[in-house]
T-cell receptor
Framework: GENVEQHPSTLSVQEGDSAVIKCTYSDSASNYFPWYKQELGKRPQLIIDIRSNVGEKKDQRIAVTLNKTAKHFSLHITETQPEDSAVYFCAASPGTYKYIFGTGTRLKVLA | DTGVSQDPRHKITKRGQNVTFRCDPISEHNRLYWYRQTLGQGPEFLTYFQNEAQLEKSRLLSDRFSAERPKGSFSTLEIQRTEQGDSAMYLC?????????????FGQGTRLTVV
């Protein structure tokens, strides 16, 4: 069935270092891959997304890469700041316009 | 329009009682989704609507759960005969989709506690 695996579940980095979160999806029909950030007690908010016809997308300190052959996609955050601390969720849309979410990565940026 | 709103924000109910939650999506959005989120997990898909039509319902969803979107605007999610395992955050999201997937905007959720 439709499944998205996300690793690691927790990640601690020093301020200024980079953070990488990886996801794997199961449904080869998936064609849209959003990443959401959820701060404690708040709603998930989109930070970046990528479509299957693109291999990489950047937005300032955030980038996402997609390997369709391997069914992998990754979030890269450079020059991390304390305000980047949150839970990050990847998701995949298996062509039916619903989003299947990963289990989340709790990122802690240590000052 | 300040985004997706959900009501109530918190609900405590006794086991066996029925509860109903409301979601008001962003006004021009044609898609509406319900998700459930438990502590330490990602949002779990429950169901979604295209306008007033319910297009898919998760196989994991018990018959005690029902959702409606009668006029293609707001939606309600009802849980009958609540169980302690129903305790979770219930998130609503909406999006505007024609040919391609686009961003789903989430509400702040309704936190349900079944005691």
């Amino acid at each position: 069935g439709e499944n998205v695996e996300q690793h690691p579940s927790t990640l601690s980095v020093q301020e200024g270092d980079s953070a990488v979160i990886k996801c794997t999806y199961s449904d080869s029909a998936s064609n849209y891959f959003p990443w959401y950030k959820q701060e404690l007690g708040k709603r998930p908010q989109l930070i970046i997304d990528i479509r299957s016809n693109v291999g990489e997308k950047k937005d300032q300190r955030i980038a996402v890469t997609l390997n369709k052959t391997a069914k992998h996609f990754s979030l890269h955050i450079t020059e991390t700041q304390p305000e980047d601390s949150a839970v990050y969720f990847c998701a995949a849309s298996p062509g039916t316009y619903k989003y299947i979410f990963g289990t989340g990565t709790r990122l802690k940026v240590l000052a | 329009d300040t985004g997706v709103s959900q009501d109530p924000r918190h609900k405590i109910t006794k086991r066996g009682q029925n509860v109903t939650f409301r979601c008001d999506p962003i006004s021009e959005h044609n898609r509406l989704y319900w998700y459930r989120q438990t502590l330490g997990q990602g949002p779990e898909f429950l169901t979604y609507f295209q306008n007033e039509a319910q297009l898919e319902k998760s196989r994991l969803l018990s018959d005690r759960f029902s959702a409606e979107r009668p006029k293609g605007s707001f939606s309600t999610l009802e849980i009958q005969r609540t169980e302690q395992g129903d305790s979770a955050m219930y998130l609503c999201a909406s999006s505007l989709i024609w040919e391609f997937d686009t961003e789903a905007f989430f509400g702040q959720g309704t936190r349900l506690t079944v005691v």
